[in-house]
T-cell receptor, first 117, second 114 residues
Framework: AQSVTQPDARVTVSEGASLQLRCKYS??????LFWYVQYPRQGLQLLLK??????VVQGVNGFEAEFSKSNSSFHLRKASVHWSDSAVYFC???????????????FGAGTRLAVCP | EAAVTQSPRSKVAVTGGKVTLSCHQT?????MYWYRQDTGHGLRLIHY???????EKGDIPDGYKASRPSQENFSLILELASLSQTAVYFC?????????????FGPGTRLTVL
């Protein structure tokens, strides 16, 4: 069975500060990993995705994430946050072709980010 | 711009009543999905469909039915609404299935069952 854990339900940072949102996953096969963001009163939007290759992937609006197979992690980072980054961030896992869960998305519980002026 | 719309955006229903949530996509996508989100939890898949007039069960289908009358439209039906079905419901669409295909989400429907 695959699972995603986002250990921080809420994170508060000051505008201009750096950010890391943590994500740990469990998957029997090679994982496909995503970060989605949900702004208030909107649907989820894709920030970035990792399939293979360079473990650091770049996304929209200055976000990046680093995949670590040894740590089973896919943490999201941003060098300098803006107030408009306040939202809920979801780490999402899809199992690889051999895992039996290729067609299934497993969502973490989400981390609510508040950026203070 | 990919677009998924949902109606209504919020609804209050009575226990035992029938509820229909509607989803419409203009992406020309084959796959459509219904998820529910409970406070403090991630999204869980209820039903999905990859072709009109056919639906498949997801992880938590009990108490829900789905209908896909056309490629663009996908409905979620609660025949006998219960308190435990109070949640936010999201519809999504994708061009294919599997980890390589991005899913595009609607804005959600907040359902309260009293």
């Amino acid at each position: 069975a695959q699972s995603v854990t986002q250990p921080d339900a809420r994170v508060t940072v000051s505008e201009g500060a750096s950010l890391q949102l943590r994500c740990k996953y469990s998957s029997s096969g090679t994982p496909y990993l995503f970060w989605y963001v949900q702004y208030p009163r909107q649907g989820l939007q894709l920030l970035l995705k990792y399939y293979s290759g360079d473990p650091v992937v770049q996304g929209v609006n200055g976000f990046e994430a680093e995949f670590s197979k040894s740590n089973s992690s896919f943490h999201l980072r941003k060098a300098s946050v803006h107030w408009s980054d306040s939202a809920v961030y979801f780490c999402v896992l899809s199992g690889g072709m051999l895992s039996g869960s290729f067609n299934k998305l497993t969502f973490g519980a989400g981390t609510r980010l508040a950026v203070c002026p | 711009e990919a677009a998924v719309t949902q109606s209504p955006r919020s609804k209050v229903a009575v226990t035992g009543g029938k509820v229909t949530l509607s989803c419409h996509q203009t992406n020309n996508h084959d796959y459509m999905y219904w998820y529910r989100q409970d406070t403090g939890h991630g999204l869980r898949l209820i039903h999905y469909s990859y072709v009109a007039d056919s639906t498949e069960k997801g992880d938590i289908p009990d108490g829900y039915k789905a209908s896909r009358p056309s490629q663009e439209n996908f409905s979620l039906i609660l025949e006998l609404a219960s308190l435990s079905q109070t949640a936010v419901y999201f519809c999504a669409s994708s061009d294919g299935t599997g980890g390589t295909y991005e899913q595009y989400f609607g804005p959600g429907t907040r359902l309260t069952v009293l």
